[in-house]
């Protein structure tokens, strides 16, 4: 069965550069979910969208911008880079849509991000 | 203020082991409690559970809810070394698009 796909899969990045992790969720899912796991931490979620507007908003810095498109997928941007901003990026994906929703949240592999 | 405890929050075990996970929580407007597997890589969906009382099986992995009592239990039978890893509880309230708010994490370590 089809998965959440991220990519890029591994990114080194120097401070104060720019990244952009893209997510695309399981076909006709319509939600996706971004989270941030630091080392040693448990994710914690930055923010979410509903057929393609933010539907709730976590953690996530200023310095990041995330968008829904047309074809569910979602890019997470994020710019004067960090050293704390290495972590480890989930995005995850659900059905809401119109009824009864799944709830469950099935998450992609993540996108390993290191700072240098 | 929402809040999940997990517990324990670390344990070692032999392989062919029983174990028990718990999971406490006190969250308003509670919705579901899921279970998620994480190795070292991204969490794996295991349970969710919506209903107290009804038990929730998966081959040698079980779960069931107490909504009385707010806490649900994840039980591991006969365990082996693939069972290693941290077991993440969480919960969703009602409304749509709920995020999911991990708990600390149980880490589980399954010996030869």
């Known amino acids: 069965a089809a998965g959440v796909i991220q990519s890029p899969r591994h990114l080194i990045k120097e401070k104060r550069e720019t990244a952009t992790l893209k997510c695309y969720p399981i076909?006709?899912?319509?939600?996706v979910y971004w989270y941030q796991q630091g080392p040693g931490q448990d994710p914690q979620f930055l923010i979410s969208?509903?057929?393609?507007?933010?539907?709730d908003k976590g953690s996530i810095p200023d310095r990041f911008s995330a968008q829904q498109f047309s074809d569910y997928h979602s890019e997470l941007n994020m710019s004067s880079l960090e050293l704390g901003d290495s972590a480890l990026y989930f995005c995850a994906s659900s059905y809401t849509g119109w009824g009864a929703s799944t709830d469950t949240q099935y998450f992609g592999p993540g996108t390993r991000l290191t700072v240098l | 203020e929402d809040k999940v405890v997990q517990s324990p929050l670390s344990l070692v075990v032999h392989e062919g082991d029983t174990v028990t996970l718990n999971c406490s929580y006190e969250v308003t407007n509670f919705r579901s409690l899921l279970w998620y597997k994480q190795e070292k890589k991204a969490p794996t969906f295991l349970f969710m559970l919506t209903s107290s009382g009804i038990e929730k099986k998966s081959g040698r992995l079980s779960s069931i809810l107490d909504k009385k009592e707010l806490f649900s239990i994840l039980n591991i039978t006969a365990t082996q070394t693939g069972d290693s890893a941290v077991y993440l509880c969480d919960y969703l309230k009602t409304g749509a698009n709920s995020k999911l708010t991990f708990g600390k994490g149980i880490t589980l370590s399954v010996r030869p």
């Open positions: 969208f509903y057929e393609k507007m933010q539907s």
């Open positions: 076909p006709r899912h319509d939600t």
